[in-house]
């Protein structure tokens, strides 16, 4: 075993057991799961990601690349989580990824041998296969694509739904403060002093400590800025339990809206580069100390390979704990009196100018070699030596987190003494600050002042008071790190790995390099360097060098690659938070349960739920409709249509404001009167159609199809707000307020004469297009007469409230009559029979001339459209225009089928328009439809074919007038 | 990105529809100058950086806003009701 | 008690819910009102309507306004003769949406944490104070909000959403125990 743990008494902390690859395996509460399980001599936790090498825990926190596992929770597998990021607890049960048969013995481990094989741009260039042939491009690429999925790849994701759920929450504060290390802490605290509203986000499990007057939000990473200092992140509410509370969500989403922030999100260490640097059991001397933290220390040899002071002070804490610490391997010729004070306390061999070449042992580390090395020249000299060594600790310096500045920021400023990029300024219209080791500020009393400083500066700047204008501490030198990021040469047959996530070479990026991907942003693409869950946090910088090295520049020449959001991987379901199910809400018409209690079939018309048709047992669905239809051309039929859309225009001018969205005249229009009307848009085109009922000498009703109610309401918003704000009109949106039923058939005006109280109904007080006001059920209830279905038909208006009272004595009226209620292919049925149209010929193509209803453009006053509605190539006899088809072979015909006039299938059809809407016409009775067809009224009486290759259908049709049922509309004007 | 709604403050993106260019008149209804017609309907200036934009606050009072903004960082200079515009324009 | 039918229909059931081991953190209910309404004011009577407005609610109606010329109406039934007397054409409108909208009230020591789970609102006492009320909207779902206390706010929804919207409420508010009465 590499190591061992120190004490278990501490704070006594309680046992835990979990489950790793099927094996119980035992660690102490508040562990991550990957030092529970490197206590337990686990050295191995991940295989790669290409080359299925073995790999062991390289890095602390969301840094870490390797230990990749997959939790598993009843049927639902959630792959690719960090082990070092997972707090263990009883019953946690935890997979290795991306290995076969088992973590210690893989077989695809043999890519390895093959190596060449799979360097950077290989995919593309092997597989993307010859240029002509029946294997060309992507064809190939698609049946390599399988194979190679198979071999590459991370966890597997089960097809179990995710049992948990998940939560946003919106919070808004003053300053949000990013990072509850010392500087974070010091800088809340600073800030809620001054009597601020503050939130402390920070990623890891709570401390004791609390600060007052701040809200800590502990287990919650903040991975996105948006725009107006718009923060993302997430709480890990329950990943730590094994249990979850009723409605407790496994994960929450915060939407912090900060006017300023605070960033103190630490600094990361990064690798040195070198042969062999994959072995488990190197890793950052940095892990090594979040380790000891958890009372977990190496019990083998352990060798420091660094660039940088830092490690120095790691190596005496380690010593301190019993630790055997036998080298520190400095790339630098000379190091300071402190370090060698360190060294020696740490009772280690310091060996300065010399760098680590090369590893030995596969599934750990054995031992390692190392040559004297040449810092200015950047180049290995001499001979290798070689030692026992179980651990090896590299720093390579260290890089602020800027994640979070460069996604909200402009340029990173690259520091030479650190060899790292300092956090940018905000980009504009963003307020942040950065303080501690994110700004380069190193060490506890550094970070804890700047955490002061800062906040003064942000709460002078949101107050409003002068800004005292304190310099930032220097960077502590223990900090600077040599210009080394990597160690070419070396052992000749072993890889040096920059990201090793992605099995990213040295090599690979020379490569790169060399076929012309030399940007930054261009290597990355090709190599995926820096693309996976760790985001580059150990790769970017040496990438960078090397990528520098091979073209002559420095890294600040070469530049870094930009952040965007998210910063850390972060679940779906907390993206879709309290949106759950379908994600979308749905709309009910008053009627709603009675339709399904009465056997409607639901059909989601946006997100209103409108009945399809009342099948009975054994009718097929064009049975039902047909039988629907029917009774109503037959007797009475009764449909909801309260999902039209409906709008409360008001106002003195609401008859002048109408003339100008109409394109026919509504200010001449009686009181208790309905008008059709047509609206269009600027350009000429048709916008929208409906009937507008004139209440009063100042109120107006306006009703809308269902689909654009929506988008009506807006334009109306628009026309009054920014074209004519001095009409005096007012809009409301009324759709909700009014449960419409729809009377249609001969028999429709008997039903209201049973039921309807305190008006007549006869033609003489409701004429066509006339509104009475009475009761039914005791119940007030508008009626106005107008019919889309051809027949003599009433729209039944009342209180939303009142709606299914108001159907149930309608329903009970129509009795005698054998009243049938109807959905929305009956009702599609009956406007197609009449050639009247819907969205799916006002399809925002069309004009009013397409659809025959020029006969509403009116020459008396201007409207919108109207000057650009006569234009040549809206005009052009050649347009598409509304006709009727007929199946002459007896055959249906699709909704979506070409016209064309081939008699057989061809490829290509030279298509003459398209069918609308189809149905079977028991009025005909024989299949039709409505079509837009070029030249469509020079059309009438010819044949042609509707063809719909997709299904094969190929079908004879006859051209007609739209009009197909009673074009003279004698029956609804009986 | 946070728009300041004269009447209702500070809101989200979300309660807003973008509804584009603010800075085109439309003719005179009635008015038979097809040029001016075509560039009202179809010119959209698409600048990048400060531009003035409608945009509805459509969950929030519904009142059409002018919003002049930054379209490459999305900083925002300022905002008025749109049935104000014209009589701000002209101050 | 209204002739309403209440849009909640079978979805409405009394009960306690959720995670009750601290209590009940909301009571969700719906009420009644005699009338709901919106009135707007036209540019050169907004002070008059606003006056108008305000003598009208004092009793126990809510009035609350949610755009620049425009005022929400929740009270009893004689609200709406109060405000619509001697109401001119060309000073202002009156709206009936009684029915169009549901009032659901959610009350209670958890009521602004649930609130703040759906909407993008600042419902902290010192930026949205008690007898203020504003529009909102969960995606689809447009609201206007008013604050009755420290510990309840009346949610005015579209009625056709109301019963999608209740079942969303329910579950925010499972995490921390409600009641439905």
Redesign the interface.
Known sequence: MSFRRISTSGKGKRPVSFTFDGKRVAGYEGDTLAAALLANGHMVLGRSFKYHRPRGLFAPGNAEPNALVTLIRGPFREPNIRATEVEIFDGLVAESQNRFPSLRYDISSLNGLAGKLFSAGFYYKTFMGPGIGPLRSTKFWMLCEKIIRRAAGLGRAGLAPDPDRYDRVNAFCDVLVIGAGEAGREAAETAAKAGLRVILADANPPSDLSIEGVQTLSRTFVWGV?????YAATERVADHKSSRTPGEPRQRHWVI?AKTAIHATGATERPIVFPGNDAPGVMLASLLSDLAARSIAPSGPVCLFTNNDSAYQTAADLAGLGAKITAIIDVRAEVSAPAKALAKVAGAELITGAAVSGTEGTNALTSISFQPFDANANALTGEPRKIECAILGISGGWSPAIQLASQAGGKPVWSEPLQAFLPPDP???QDFHVCGSAAGVFGQEDAKADGARVADIAVAKLVGIPIKTAPAPASDPVYFAAPVHEIRGGSKSQKAFVDFQHDVTADDIRLANREGFSAPEHMKRYTTLGMASEQGRNSAIPALAILGGEQGKSIAQTGTTRFRPPASPVAFGVLAAERYGDLQPDRRTPMHDWHLASGATPYAAGLWHRPMIYGRPGETIEQAYVREARAVRMGVGIVDVSTLGKIDIQGPDAGKFLD?VYTNMFSNLAVGKARYGLMLR??GLVMDDGTTWRLGDNQFLMTTTTANAGKVM?HL??C????W?DLKVHLTSVTDQWAGAALSGPFARKVLETCVEGTKVDTDALPFMGIVHGTIAGLPVMICRLSFSGELAYEVYSGAGHGQAVWDALMQAGKPFNITPYGLEALGTLRIEKGHVTGAEIDGRTTAHDLHLEWMLSRKK???G???MN?PGLTDENRLSLVGILSSSGKPISGGSRIVEEDELTEPASSLGHVTAACYSPALEKYIALALVKNGKSRIGTTAFATAPLTGQHVPVEIVDCHMFDPEGRRMHV | ??ISC???G??????F?Y?GD?TRT???????D?AA?LS???DRPNPRGRHKE?W?H???????LVVER?TA????FSVI??????TEASK | MSDRASPLGPDFKPGQYGNLADGIGVHLSETAFGFLGEIAAFPDALDKIEKRVSSASKSEAAAF????N?WFLAGPATLADAVRAKLKPADGSLVDLTHGRTALRISGPKAEWVLSKLY?IDFSPATFATGTG????H?SI?TQIYRRDAQTFDLFVFRSFARSFWHTLQRAAEETGYEVV
């Open positions: 948006y725009d107006g200092n718009t809206r980009a504009p219209g100008r600027e350009d807006q918003d628009y009054l707000d920014c074209l704000p201007p409207f919108i109207q000057s650009m234009r | 990105m946070r004269p009447h209702c500070t809101r989200d993106l979300a309660e529809y509804w603010a439309m003719p005179e209804l009635g008015s038979t097809e017609w009202h309907v179809y409608h509805q459509l969950g929030g009072c519904r009142a059409f930054d960082t999305h900083e925002i009701f749109a049935r104000h515009a014209k | 306004k949610i755009a620049a425009r993008a504003l529009s909102t909207a995606h447009f």
